[in-house]
């Protein structure tokens, strides 16, 4: 369980961690007996107590190595909460782990935290919410991810065989800017209370923002969503895309000010995410050269309007949201989790 | 000062794999498809050659839902009543 040595400094115990490919490439903080069980603490739990199980990698998830890694991490206990119930969410079988989690698009499993404990715990959702900068966000996308290293056996080149990975997959973690939002925000949408916490997990490729400046009414606006959400390059064409998009300020003020509903936006980007099959063929996504008719046959990216998630997350000022593509809804689904509050 | 090891070992589980047939004429073949593109492509051409070269009867294809997802026990227990072995796994 551990090491002793009794001449450790803190610079080499850093480095021991280093050395034994416990890290994700940067400084972690060492944990001691009496940091993890305050961690523990922090969520309620003894060490032995199970969290989750990915049962095709024979792996079962701890407490105590969840509050190990979320003491590498950086973590304050109060976020260990917010922590485990991401894990649980990665655990579930509708998230299928192992394809997300070792599959060469490399994607960054986004924690998405609703409710009074994003406040509590001051997870970004204003500025820079997926930048540097806040404890929070950055410790806890970073836990999970150290979690997913050391204990769901996600070591890159081994089980986690992505081609380039992206940034994310240092961290990834930010709240909904539920008190600016044009509806109700995702955990109510999922059937919970307002006055309840959650964080849903979500794989994701890299994201990329969209812009528009002048755009004065949803349709100009969308269109710039659906243009980027159907590039050629985009993983799944064949029709079982997803995607998070997710609203700042000015795009979600103007989608609030014209009454249009969640479920507006969602059928009108369906029906823009599209390609003619002489598209996909040109591109070589799809086999065979243009026919008669390629031109006019429309290929729709998304099946079903819930195949895109909308949340409302960054700085008020700014033309800018962004655009997060999923694995696809044949291979996983976002997940959301019940924190469990004292 | 300690190091507190933050992995886990994954717990082994022992398979015994199935004996393999000495001869494959007459055998019933079976295929899981597991999505990836051209998969199906491949395993129909692979078919193909095990009924030319080796005299194996044609079975059927079992689609999995995605390469992430297991084959469901109903889709198993049709394979173990209606093949004598499977071929199974394309990657990228």
């Known amino acids: ?342 | 000062m300690k190091l507190f090891d933050p992995t886990t070992t994954p717990r082994e589980r022992s398979v015994v794999l199935a004996p393999r047939p000495r001869d494959l004429r007459g055998l019933r073949l079976g295929l899981v498809e597991n999505t990836k593109f051209n998969s199906d492509v491949i395993l129909n051409k692979l078919c193909e050659r095990l009924v030319d070269r080796y005299g194996v009867t044609p079975g059927r294809m079992i689609r999995k839902r995605s390469p992430s997802h297991a084959v469901t026990e109903e889709a198993a227990d049709e394979l173990r009543r209606i093949s004598d072995f499977i071929v199974s796994g394309v990657g990228d």
């Open chain 1, 1 to 342: 369980m551990s090491t002793s040595r009794d001449d450790y400094d803190a610079w080499e115990l850093i480095e021991a961690y280093f050395e034994r490919g416990w890290t994700d490439g940067l400084p972690v903080v060492p944990p001691t007996e009496k940091s993890i069980a305050l961690m523990l603490a922090g969520a309620g739990l003894a060490g032995h107590e199970t969290i989750g199980e990915i049962p095709e990698r024979g792996v079962v998830v701890s407490a105590e190595k969840l509050a190990i890694n979320a003491v590498m991490a950086g973590c304050r206990p109060d976020y260990l909460p917010v922590v485990v119930a991401a894990v649980r969410g990665l655990c579930h079988p509708h998230f299928a782990y192992h394809g997300p989690a070792s599959s060469t698009g490399g994607s960054a499993m986004v924690s998405i935290v609703n409710g009074p404990i994003a406040r509590r715990l001051g997870i970004n959702s204003g500025n820079n919410a997926f930048g540097q900068g806040t404890r929070a966000n950055a410790t806890i996308g970073r836990a999970v991810r150290l979690t997913m290293m050391n204990v769901m056996n996600t070591r890159p080149g081994f089980l986690d065989r992505a081609t380039l990975g992206n940034p994310g997959k240092y961290s990834f973690c930010f709240s909904e800017n539920e008190a600016q939002h044009p509806w109700e925000p995702l955990h109510v949408e999922r059937g919970h209370r307002p006055e309840q916490s959650t964080v849903t997990v979500y794989a994701s490729n890299s994201l990329y923002q969209v812009y528009n400046q002048l755009a004065a009414s949803p349709e100009p606006l969308l269109r710039c969503f659906a243009d980027a959400l159907c590039n050629l390059g985009t993983p799944n064409l064949r029709g079982f895309n997803q995607s998070l998009i997710v609203l700042a300020g000015e795009h979600s003020d103007l989608l609030r000010q014209s009454g249009w509903s969640k479920h507006d936006v969602r059928r009108f980007l369906v029906e823009h995410c599209r390609r003619t099959l002489a598209d996909l063929k040109r591109a070589a996504r799809r086999p065979g050269a243009v026919e008669p008719g390629d031109e006019s046959a429309w290929k729709h990216i998304f099946e079903r309007p819930e195949d895109i998630l909308i949340v409302c997350a960054g700085g008020q000022a700014g033309s800018w949201s962004a655009c997060l593509p999923g694995w696809g809804n044949k291979w996983t689904r976002s997940v959301t989790t019940l924190i469990a509050t004292s």
